[in-house]
């Protein structure tokens, strides 16, 4: 199938714990986005990375690092979790800046 | 700043038409989009419209573009239950990549 997928979908963890969230697009495009859904659905834009560089850093706690080994995958990496950190976390890509952004099934993490 | 407003909720009987409404702000948006959440699901693009245009017709969807008035609709005709979702407004930020969304709309559709 091609798609965009997000593993895992469902993260359990203690505060304090470093944790990641994997994502990967076989749809052969160029952009690709971290989005945060907190309780109150609200979706934020965290990081946009075309071509495997960094553009778009929102303001977002250095604790955050996303990481793109190539154009297929973004990896976000989350250190010293806080409680705050809960909420679900969506991938997403496009074949550009321009065009529509396509989203992954979302990770929920939840920090006990 | 750039701003996306959608009312919160909306409930309707199933065969009846849908209208949901977005305002924005940002009026050098160059596409506006609508996507559709299901419970414990990811965001599904339904559909999307340029600028440019007034209004784009896909089967039981309806968009209407008011550019002046930095105005949205989502229009579903016939709905049915399977419409029952969280339906975002979303356009393109400033920086021409990020999508600014809505805080999204929860359409219950009763039998």
């Known amino acids: 199938d091609t798609a965009v997928s997000q593993t895992p979908k469902y993260l359990v963890t203690q505060m304090g714990n470093d944790k990641s969230i994997k994502c990967e697009q076989n749809?052969?495009?160029?952009?690709m986005y971290w989005y945060k859904q907190d309780s109150k659905k609200f979706l934020k834009i965290m990081f946009s990375y075309n071509n495997k560089e960094l553009i778009i850093n929102e303001t977002v706690p250095n604790r955050f690092s996303p990481k793109s080994p190539d154009k297929a995958h973004l990896n976000l990496h989350i250190n010293s979790l806080e409680l705050g950190d809960s909420a679900v976390y969506f991938c997403?890509?496009?074949?550009?800046?321009?065009?529509?952004?396509?989203f992954g099934p979302g990770t929920r993490l939840t920090v006990t | 700043g750039e701003d996306v407003e959608q009312s919160l909720f909306l409930s309707v009987r199933e065969g009846d038409s849908s209208v949901i409404n977005c305002t924005y702000t940002d009026s050098s948006s160059t596409y506006l989009y609508w996507y559709k959440q299901e419970p414990g699901a990811g965001l599904q693009l339904l559909t999307y419209i340029f600028s440019n245009m007034d209004m784009k017709q896909d089967q039981r969807l309806t968009v209407l573009l008011n550019k002046k008035d930095k105005h949205l609709s989502l229009r579903i005709a016939d709905t049915q239950t399977g419409d029952s979702a969280i339906y975002f407004c979303?356009?393109?930020?400033?920086?021409?990549?990020?999508?600014?969304f809505g805080k999204g709309t929860t359409l219950s559709v009763s039998s």
């Open positions: 997403a890509s496009s074949p550009s800046f321009k065009y529509e952004q396509y």
């Open positions: 749809l052969g495009h160029d952009t």
């Open positions: 979303a356009e393109k930020g400033q920086a021409g990549t990020a999508l600014i």
